[in-house]
């Protein structure tokens, strides 16, 4: 990868990192801003249900739109809507404010992800694509680790501080890809792609998901959902868990999350590029999967704090590799434009987002042991259709086999 493309995905990494911060800003600060507004555990259960639901809408539209006019501006669009809804949520004195806030954001930071994506499939080969996934992962990880404790840090000021200061950070983000990122897909490939019809095919279209179900990306979509939801079963429900089951207090339950943000990002930054081009990004799903199912079933047998953290510490390093691969896979197999390929992988995991924290705490209210063992049927789900697809064969796909003909 040459020094051009590690600035580029520097930039992209750091704008990754701004928008997950914010997202791990809002966690901790959220429910004493709804309870200061008067509401209660509905209200930010449907806050929260808001923002995955519009990044669902929205992402095909967003990596769509950038197949037409590039990545760039769609990614501006992305960052400066992000930090324009994060002042929104500083300034909200009422609880309709945070919901337009909440929605917006969904809507206009949902740009960025799938516009990163497809920046990087088109910027680097396919040998590079896995290692170029994992640090966009690793960098999304980041933010979700730290933004957190950051948020509780500057919410001893004032609860509406953090929003604040996420702005400001998307501000600096918003300038870097303005002075220092080139755009990835020049005018003469948007103008092959409106020959070949994207540009009479409308921006938001329910087709695109039914083709791409029974396109060969149809399987690996539904892995991105698998492996969404195996993790977010129990990942909202893990703090209740171990208060509840062990007792344990918030530098303990901290601690917990800690190791399963810092094991995930090293996973994705470290072992995913190395790994896939060794092994390929199918046998790392398989893998991912089986390893990840086993180690969901640890969680429960682990009786003691130690053996908790090494379990979780354990199916955070196994399913780390999970989305880089299932991603970097759907971009060499597709069919279809990389911008709405990645905008619909982006809908499948935001899929996984929706559904896995309601059904995990659901059934926590039957057994405690119930959300990890949903998990695990999510992953081994993940498995059998890795195995059983006819698709996800080892075959190249269509970009490696037009390469061989020239």
């Known amino acids: 990868m040459g020094t051009g493309s590690r600035k580029n995905l520097f930039i992209l990494s750091f704008t990754l990192v701004v928008v997950t911060l914010g997202f791990g800003l809002v966690m901790p600060i959220m429910p004493f801003y709804v309870e200061e507004l008067g509401a209660g555990g509905t209200e930010l259960g449907l806050l929260v249900a808001s923002y995955a639901v519009m990044r669902l809408i929205f992402g095909p539209i967003w990596g769509s739109l950038s197949d037409r006019i590039g990545r760039k501006p769609v990614l501006l669009v992305g960052i400066l809507g992000y930090g324009v809804t994060m002042v929104g949520f500083g300034l909200a004195t009422q609880l309709w404010m945070m919901f337009v806030a909440r929605i ?23 040998e590079e694509r896995g290692a170029g996934m994992g640090l966009l992962g ?69 087709r695109a998901w039914r083709d791409a179900l029974f396109s060969p990306i149809g399987s690996l979509l539904a892995l991105a959902f698998f492996a969404t939801a195996g993790t977010m079963t129990f990942y909202g429900i893990l703090g209740l868990y171990a208060l509840d089951r062990f007792g344990y ?44 199912a086993v ?32 991603t970097s896979l759907t971009s ?41 063992a949903g998990g ?25 086999a037009l390469s061989r003909h020239h």
């Open 104 to 126: 917006l954001s969904g809507v206009l930071s949902s740009a960025t992800s799938p516009t990163t994506m497809a920046y990087i499939s088109d910027s680097t080969s396919e």
């Open 138 to 206: 690793a960098a999304a990880g980041l933010g979700t680790i730290f933004g957190p404790a950051l948020g509780g840090l500057l919410a001893k000021y004032s609860l509406s501080t953090p929003f604040f200061v996420a702005a400001g950070l998307s501000l600096l983000a918003m300038l870097f890809i303005v002075l220092f990122l080139p755009e990835s897909l020049p005018k003469e490939a948007r103008a092959e792609k409106e020959g070949a019809g994207t540009a009479d095919q409308p921006i938001f279209d329910l």
């Open 249 to 292: 207090g918030t530098e303990q339950v901290g601690l917990i999350f800690t190791v399963l943000g810092l094991v995930t990002v090293t996973g994705q930054g470290a072992i995913v590029g190395p790994f896939t081009k060794l092994y390929g990004d199918l046998k790392m799903i398989k893998a991912g999967f089986l390893l990840s």
């Open 295 to 326: 180690c969901l079933l640890g969680v429960v047998l682990a009786d003691r704090y130690a053996l908790l953290l090494l379990a979780i510490a354990l199916f955070s390093l196994f399913s780390a590799v999970l989305i880089p691969a299932i």
């Open 332 to 372: 060499k197999r597709t069919t279809m434009s990389q911008g709405v390929t990645m905008g619909l992988n982006n809908s499948f995991i935001s899929l996984g987002r929706i559904a896995g924290p309601p059904l995990g705490g659901f059934v926590f209210d039957f057994h405690w042991g119930l959300p990890f």
């Open 376 to 400: 695990a049927l999510f992953m081994l789900a993940g498995l059998l259709a890795s195995l059983a697809s006819r698709s996800l064969s080892d075959q190249p796909g269509p970009l490696h």
